[in-house]
């Protein structure tokens, strides 16, 4: 809900800073005091339209933030609208597009009035309501139509990518039936047979010059070498002082022996043999033609060989695998109609039932010919069934004898639009946290007030719910009032807000009910006023039906 309003330089506000709580509060004041500036401010928040003619006269930019809270967490919204340029938005001090600022807006604040900022005026939303209306069987319907829905895009496109058309599959199967025959027939071994190959290929090359310098290594080794070692061993033997030393001097004696024999086998293994050398380059040469077609490294190769193998297989089981996903396609088709369906016999039962309640609050908030009615339109093209089914609903008002039902976007008039929504906002509980009401008592009065009142107050046990209101028989109902007031300082008109309290609060509907300063009898018939409303709200919220 909303805890705290600012706004600055907005209109003929220079500074207003209003705390609210929860229930229903009404803003009253008189006309031109600025009342509808707290409304507009909300709308901004809300990610209204921000008019440059809104900025108080000789200030740079209007400035309205606004305390939310949502759940467990505080949000704070912000919107600046400069004089001259574009205006910014704010959520938590972070810069927001409009558009961001209107998605979280829309979360906590709802306007009803003469505002565009209406969520119940959306068809999306319109529907919405009428499934909530319809309770569990609606929801779980939605819930088997979306199911039905994703199975329908997951077997079109695993089809779509099954292959394009018959000659198409047919060059496809062609050219990969090629590349895995292609390396199927190299037989590599492992990703890492060329390197083997090229160590083999460097020794092959050059095998006598290899050999020649294999022999002059044991000539030395067999010869000067061990003879030097041997030497050094003869001439520390039995000096007990050196003994680690001639240790030492016996262990490189040992492996100078070892290496001259491994120098020695390895000449001998080293054979001449162009055919086997020319076997290799061959191979080598396979391979590489192969990496340059389908990999940088022999293991690329073998799996981009596994991968085209199990494409091949799904396009040569083409037919089969199409035919199981045309099945099971039809089949979430069929279900998605069946469930739209069903879906639209739910609502088109609940739907008069929903008109007829609000229909009837309408008659207790002074539109007593008013008609309410919905609209169900439904497609007869599989194809055009969407998540929330094959159904266009659309909320119709006909608020006079003798008058047409119309779309409730295009209501005669603020007043009835306003109180249209109270009424559905009371059938139907589910809302943001904070509704605002702006003339819903137009052209009203009498018990009709009261009936408003009494609606806006029940409201205001489950929401948030603000009201500017020129009646006192609604402003009586509130659990908290404030009240808008301008005043001359240096020659400008200023407006400020003010919560008021036991006394102010009964002379402000005093004012209200016999005008400026009121007299002896109104401030009691007030009181009287406030008393009776205050134990009919608790009544309404108890839900007693007390009248």
Known sequence: MLLELRVENLGIIAELNVT???????????TGAGKTLIVDALDLLGGGRADPQLVR??????????????????????????????????????LATVSELAECG???VDLHGQHAHQSLLAPAEQRALLDRFVGEKAQ??????????????????????????ERARAREVDLLRYQVEEIGAAGIVDGGEDNRLLQEAELLADAEAHREALSAAYEQ????????????????????????????LRVLQSELQEAAHDVRTTEESIVADPQRLQEVQTRRALLGELKRKYGPTLADVVDYAHETGARLVELEQHDSRAAALETARHEAQSEMARVAKTLSKLRRGAGPRLAGAVTEHLRELALPAARFSIDIESTVDPEAIGDDGADDVTFLLAPNPGEPARPLAKAASGGEL?????????????????????????GIGGEAGAAVGRALATLGGHHQVLCVTHLPQVAAFADAHVLVAKDEVKGRTIAGASLLLDDARV?????????????????????????????????????????
């Open 221 to 248: 080794l067999e010869g000067a070498g061990e003879d030097a070692l041997g030497a050094a061993v003869a001439a520390l033997d039995g000096r007990a002082p050196f003994v680690a030393l001639s240790d030492r």
């Open 57 to 94: 006269e000789g200030t740079a930019e209007a400035r309205v933030e606004g305390r939310f809270e949502d759940g467990d967490d505080e949000v704070v919204l912000a919107r600046v609208i400069p004089a001259v340029g574009r205006s910014r938005g704010y959520v938590n001090g972070r």
């Open 20 to 30: 609210l709580g929860a229930g229903l509060t009404v803003i009253t004041g008189e």
């Open 140 to 165: 779980s319907a939605l819930t088997a139509l979306r199911a039905a829905r994703d199975e329908s895009r997951r077997t079109r496109d695993e089809l779509g990518a099954l292959g394009g058309d």
């Open 507 to 547: 002379n402000e509907i005093s004012r209200m009910l016999a005008g400026i300063g009121g007299s002896a009898h109104a401030r009691r018939h007030a009181r009287e006023l406030v008393e009776k409303s205050g134990e009919l709200r608790v009544a309404a919220r108890a839900g007693t039906g007390a009248a």
């Open 418 to 442: 306003s109180r249209a929504m109270l009424a559905l906002r009371v059938v139907l509980s589910e809302a943001p946290p904070t509704l605002v009401f702006d003339e819903v008592d137009a």
């Open 106 to 108: 829309r979360r906590l």
